[in-house]
């Protein structure tokens, strides 16, 4: 079946733009997870949603993330204003089961951005 | 402190020996802890899932987890070139809202044929 779904894979911008990563997690997957990762280093929790709920945005570094899930399914971060510290890959992982239960984490591909 | 450890590696083993991969954690009532295997450029891919203390086998990979000590190990027998990979330990800690893992900075493993 399907798995994890990111767009774009790469994106380039110049610093002080405004960029928009997608997730498209497994169908009927509860909860939706942004992780960042730089270089050399293990994922770093962003954001969680239950459903269209963000129960959760204390990793977001700074008021220039941004993160949705309106209808429950797929996910958007933006990130206005990029700077160089934003280089990183941006993953996004969804689980079938809600909070607090543990459930298996299902990554995407990632979005290597890189801030110039 | 980091709230997971392990140690970055390199983790040199010759093809068919045991590697031994260490992490601890610092929340004492974490509750689930998972390992990933990630390769260069690519996402991180999940190998075990282990909540209970004790020994969980799947193949050639073994978990071990030890709650008491807050200590959680992968053994990898008859180490392949193809298990050449940086291996994350994460951990769901029982403070943390929804599931959100914590992970350790990885050890990257080299199989020397």
């Known amino acids: 079946g399907a798995g994890v779904s990111q767009s774009p894979r790469y994106k380039v911008a110049k610093r002080g733009q405004d960029v928009a990563l997608r997730c498209d997690p497994i169908?009927?997957?509860?909860?939706l997870f942004w992780y960042q990762q730089a270089l050399g280093q293990g994922p770093e929790f962003l954001t969680y949603?239950?459903?269209?709920?963000?129960?959760?945005k204390s990793g977001l570094p700074s008021d220039r993330f941004f993160a949705e899930r309106p209808e429950g399914s797929v996910s958007t971060l933006k990130i206005q204003r990029t700077q160089q510290e934003d280089s990183a890959v941006y993953l996004c992982?969804?689980?079938?089961?809600?909070?607090?239960?543990?459930?298996?984490?299902?990554f995407g591909p990632g979005t290597r951005l890189l801030v110039l | 402190q980091k709230e997971v450890e392990q140690n970055s590696g390199p983790l040199s083993v010759p093809e068919g020996a045991i590697a031994s991969l260490n992490c601890t954690y610092s929340?004492?009532?974490?509750?689930?802890f998972f390992w990933y295997r990630q390769y260069s450029g690519k996402s991180p891919e999940l190998i075990m899932s282990?909540?209970?203390?004790g020994d969980k086998e799947d193949g050639r990979f073994t978990a071990q987890l030890n709650k008491a000590s807050q200590y959680v190990s992968l053994l990898i027998r008859d180490s392949q070139p193809s298990d050449s990979a940086t291996y994350l330990c994460?951990?769901?800690?029982?403070?943390?809202?929804?599931?959100?893992?914590?992970f350790g900075g990885g050890t990257r493993v080299l199989v020397k044929p």
């Open positions: 992982a969804s689980s079938l089961e809600a909070s607090g239960s543990g459930g298996t984490q299902y």
């Open positions: 169908s009927g997957h509860v909860s």
């Open positions: 949603f239950q459903n269209e709920a963000q129960l959760d």
């Open positions: 929340d004492r009532g974490s509750q689930s």
């Open positions: 282990i909540y209970s203390n």
């Open positions: 994460a951990v769901n800690m029982f403070r943390a809202a929804g599931n959100k893992l914590t």
